[in-house]
């Protein structure tokens, strides 16, 4: 079964700071996709970054990067300088193989507020 | 501009009554998808359609029912079955390749009130 684990509902962080916000996933596939999705309180999902199961270097857009551990199955998502619009909520999510369909699998999010 | 849009972005139901959720792109996508987002929840999908004409249940279809007769439209219809239908629905598209950097674009969601 298809599984992500984000197990930090609420995280704080300093402007101008890094912040790292976890994911864990779960699958038997052997090819997957993992994303992060970014969503404000106006409710849309707005894509952040994408990580492919057999890419060698860890995804990077702009101020954020995705610190991809296959063996650990983590896809932990970095945000460097942190800015106030970035207080939002976070949402890990994985697309799977032909077993799944090619579904997308999403986490219960985290909660970011970025401290002035 | 290409996008996806859902309308009416707040609606309110008595109970008892079916209820459709529009959604509809321009960005020529194959695949659309429908999603149900409860608070503190993740996004639970709830129906996919791969191509015009068919349409596959998702996680939580009890309840739900859809139709894909254009490519550009994929309503979603909330019956009086639906046991607790008041959430926010977001709908989704994508290139349907099935390729796994097919990254899902998402419309501004409509949240629905039932009472």
């Known amino acids: 079964a298809q599984k992500i684990t984000q197990t930090q509902p609420g995280m704080f962080v300093q402007e101008k700071e890094a912040v790292t916000l976890d994911c864990t996933y779960d699958?038997?596939?052997?090819?997957?996709?993992l994303f992060w999705y970014k969503q404000p309180s106006s409710g849309e999902m707005i894509f952040l970054i994408y990580q492919g199961s057999y890419d060698e270097q860890n995804a990077t857009e702009g101020r954020y990067s995705l610190n991809f551990q296959k063996a650990r199955k983590s896809a932990n998502l970095v945000i460097s300088a942190s800015q106030l619009g970035d207080s939002a909520m976070y949402f890990c999510a994985m697309r799977g193989g032909l077993s799944t369909g090619n579904q997308f699998y999403f986490g219960t999010g985290t909660s970011l507020t970025v401290i002035p | 501009d290409g996008g996806i849009t859902q309308s009416p972005k707040y609606l309110f139901r008595k109970e008892g009554q079916n209820v459709t959720l529009s959604c509809e792109q321009n960005l020529n996508h194959d695949a659309m998808y429908w999603y149900r987002q409860d608070p503190g929840q993740g996004l639970r999908l709830i129906y996919y359609s791969q191509i015009v004409n068919d349409f596959q249940k998702g996680d939580i279809a009890e309840g739900y029912s859809v139709s894909r007769e254009k490519k550009e439209s994929f309503p979603l219809t909330v019956t009086s079955a639906q046991k607790n239908p008041t959430a926010f629905y977001l709908c989704?598209?994508?290139?349907?390749?099935?390729?796994?950097?097919?990254?899902?674009?998402f419309g501004p969601g409509t949240r629905l009130t039932v009472t």
């Open positions: 989704a598209s994508s290139m349907g390749s099935g390729a796994h950097n097919d990254e899902q674009y």
């Open positions: 699958t038997s596939d052997q090819s997957y996709g």
